[in-house]
Structures are given as structure tokens and as C-alpha cells.
């Protein structure tokens, strides 16, 4: 079993943020999976509750942006697809009003919560994935409708029980997309499941194993799921700390650690799929008021969380590598080494 990679990074590569270029040695302290603002498809229709001011918006994000930085952080991706309310205008204001690097992603979502019935009606005509990759690679080498801001990741989601026919053909885009361009990809799975058969369809498509983050591994605690997907060269995105209701903190942290005594440290990420702000009002009107104050909390990993992992005797090299090094390395492309 190694931690090590088994090639040379390269310092040089270079990422687009919603501000504009980074390069990856400037990353620093990462988070993996959060977002300034999500819109279900469908949430305009709910013209009878009331809407957030693009002020407030922006003040909400920054003042989440200052906790981060406080505590150290310098960058974070948020992959929110295009059929999600991605809002792209707002991550530059706020990325310009703090000086935090906001990464950004282009794709679309799963069946049951995402934009498919536009792309079902396009379907009707012809087949979708050439127009859908053709849309991913615009925004990852031009750039985000007329903003100019490139994306920087490619975002795929499969839902619960079995990749449908459309998700099928989003993943199939985003490969030919990741392929032409480089663009590495991130994904979304439901209760720690199917990740393996989205490894699978990428893989085979042409997407290095070491280009994909396996989202929201953390849904489960099944070492052999978890394992068999680090054995395929691919990271894992332990990416919900906070959200106790899905799947409890306990068996993720317990998780994390298992993996991190396999041999398996060097690909793992981590984050807490938090969202700042909402459009419409998905929830039911004072839930998340009652959730408590570490759901949907950036800053959860950092003041709860590590101090769990040092408790279980992870160091801090170790927690570093999870927030510093293997977000680095999973943009500069670096394959990982074979897992025994």
C-alpha cells in the first residue's frame, strides 16, 4: 500500500477561478464541494414567497467567504452544474470583494432534480451528447454564457437505483468534453452508491481514473465500496460533513479514517455541500432555521471536525494532504499510485 503518487506534479498548471486565473501551487486550504447558491428547476414558479436581494446575497456569501478565511482557507470549488441556478456573476462579486478563489463547473444535474425535460424535448430530434459536450467544452475554454469566466471542472450527477438513459448521456458528454479539453470532472451520487458504475462509463469513455472525483463517497461507510473506487485511480469526495440527516458525522469521520489507515489518504477530498443561499423556498418555511448551526456550515470540517481526527490519531500531515495537497494534485493531474 502507498500514500505517494507515482508522477511528478506540476506546479505550473493553471486553473480558472470566477476571478479569473490561478495556478494550482496557489490553492492553499481547499474545500471540495460547496455552493454559493442553488435554484431547483422550477423554483421561479414560487412567485408568492419572498426573493433574496442580490445584496443580500452577496453580503451572506462574503461574510461565509471572511469565516473561511479566518480559519485559513484560500480557495473552494463549487460545482454547481448550469441547471442548478449556478449564478455566475455572483461568485465574481464575491470572489472580487474578498480575494478568495472561486472555482467554478460546467455540467448538468441528475434526472429527478435537473433540467432534463429542456434537454428530453431536444432529444425528440436527435441524439444529445454531441451538444451537450459541445456546451461543456465552450464553457470550459471560452467561457460562461457572455461573462467571460471559465469554467473549471465538469459536474455529472446520478440519482438513486440505476443510472437512467439521460444521466447516461450526460456522463458520456462530459467525457468527451473532459478528453478534448483536459477538464477534470466532479460527481454527484445519492446515498454513497454508484459511484463505481459513473468510474466505470467515464473511464471506459477515455477520462483518466485520476482526473474524477467520486462525490459524496461519504453517504455510506462501505469500506469495500469506498476501496474499490480508490483502486480504480479516482478520488473520493468526503464532501458532507454537517449534514447529519443524510448519513450521521460518526461513521463519516470513522470512514475517513479507515480509509487514511488503508493506504488510501492520498485521494480523498473533503467538504460539507453546504449552500449559502437558496432561490424560491425549497424547504418548508422555518426548517432550516431548526437544522442547528453546523449544516450547511463551511466552516464544520475545521472547528468539528479535525479536532475528531486528531482524537483518532490522524496528524496533522495527514489532515493537510486532505485540504492542501490532494486538491493540488487532483488539478495538476497527477496520477495516483496503485493501491494493494
Given at each position: 500500500m502507498s500514500n505517494e503518487s507515482s508522477s511528478t506534479s506540476n506546479p505550473s498548471t493553471r486553473i480558472p477561478t470566477a476571478s479569473g486565473e490561478t495556478s494550482s501551487e496557489k490553492l492553499g486550504r481547499t474545500l471540495m464541494h460547496e455552493h454559493l447558491v442553488i435554484g431547483y428547476p422550477g423554483w421561479q414558479s414560487h412567485t408568492n414567497v419572498p426573493l433574496a436581494s442580490p445584496a443580500d446575497e452577496l453580503a451572506i456569501c462574503v461574510d461565509r467567504i471572511q469565516e473561511l478565511q479566518s480559519l485559513g482557507y484560500s480557495s473552494m470549488l463549487d460545482p454547481c452544474p448550469n441547471d442548478l441556478g449556478r449564478d455566475v456573476e455572483l461568485a465574481a462579486r464575491v470572489a472580487q470583494r474578498t480575494g478568495f478563489q472561486i472555482i467554478l463547473a460546467t455540467g448538468l444535474y441528475k434526472q429527478s432534480e435537473g433540467g432534463m425535460p429542456y434537454w428530453?424535448?431536444?432529444?425528440?430530434?436527435?441524439?444529445?451528447?454531441?451538444?451537450?459536450?459541445?456546451?461543456?467544452?465552450?464553457?470550459?475554454?471560452?467561457?460562461?454564457?457572455?461573462?467571460?469566466?471559465?469554467?473549471?471542472?465538469?459536474?455529472?450527477?446520478?440519482?438513486?437505483?440505476?443510472?437512467?438513459?439521460?444521466?447516461?448521456?450526460?456522463?458520456?458528454?462530459?467525457?468527451?468534453?473532459?478528453?478534448?479539453?483536459?477538464?477534470?470532472?466532479?460527481t454527484h451520487t445519492d446515498q454513497g452508491s454508484l459511484g463505481d458504475?459513473?468510474?466505470?462509463?467515464?473511464?471506459?469513455?477515455?477520462?483518466?481514473?485520476?482526473?474524477?472525483?467520486?462525490?459524496?463517497?461519504?453517504?455510506?461507510?462501505?469500506?469495500?465500496?469506498?476501496?474499490?473506487?480508490?483502486?480504480?485511480?479516482?478520488?473520493?469526495?468526503?464532501?458532507?460533513?454537517?449534514?447529519?440527516?443524510l448519513f450521521p458525522d460518526e461513521k463519516r469521520v470513522a470512514s475517513l479514517v479507515r480509509m487514511i489507515r488503508a493506504g488510501a489518504g492520498d485521494r480523498l477530498v473533503v467538504s460539507h455541500d453546504s449552500v449559502w443561499c437558496w432561490k424560491g423556498q425549497p424547504f418548508p418555511p422555518g426548517m432550516l432555521d431548526n437544522i442547528g448551526d453546523d449544516a450547511f456550515n463551511p466552516t464544520f470540517f475545521e472547528r468539528k471536525i479535525i479536532p475528531r481526527l486528531r482524537e483518532?490519531?490522524?496528524?496533522?500531515?495527514?489532515?493537510?494532504?486532505?485540504?492542501?495537497?490532494?486538491?493540488?494534485?487532483?488539478?495538476?493531474?497527477?496520477?495516483?499510485?496503485?493501491?494493494?
Open positions: 428530453h424535448f431536444r432529444s425528440s430530434f436527435g441524439p444529445q451528447v454531441e451538444p451537450m459536450a459541445e456546451l461543456f467544452i465552450k464553457e470550459l475554454t471560452e467561457g460562461i454564457g457572455d461573462s467571460g469566466i471559465r469554467a473549471g471542472i465538469i459536474k455529472v450527477a446520478t440519482g438513486v437505483g440505476q443510472i437512467t438513459d439521460y444521466e447516461r448521456t450526460i456522463l458520456l458528454a462530459a467525457a468527451k468534453a473532459s478528453v478534448e479539453t483536459g477538464a477534470p470532472i466532479t458504475q459513473q468510474q466505470q462509463i467515464l473511464t471506459e469513455a477515455g477520462v483518466p481514473a485520476h482526473r474524477i472525483i467520486i462525490g459524496h463517497s461519504c453517504g455510506t461507510d462501505d469500506h469495500d465500496y469506498h476501496m474499490g473506487l480508490a483502486r480504480g485511480g479516482s478520488y473520493l469526495g468526503f464532501d458532507r460533513f454537517g449534514i447529519d440527516a483518532e490519531g490522524v496528524s496533522d500531515d495527514e489532515i493537510d494532504r486532505l485540504l492542501v495537497s490532494n486538491p493540488r494534485r487532483f488539478f495538476e493531474g497527477e496520477k495516483l499510485a496503485a493501491l494493494a
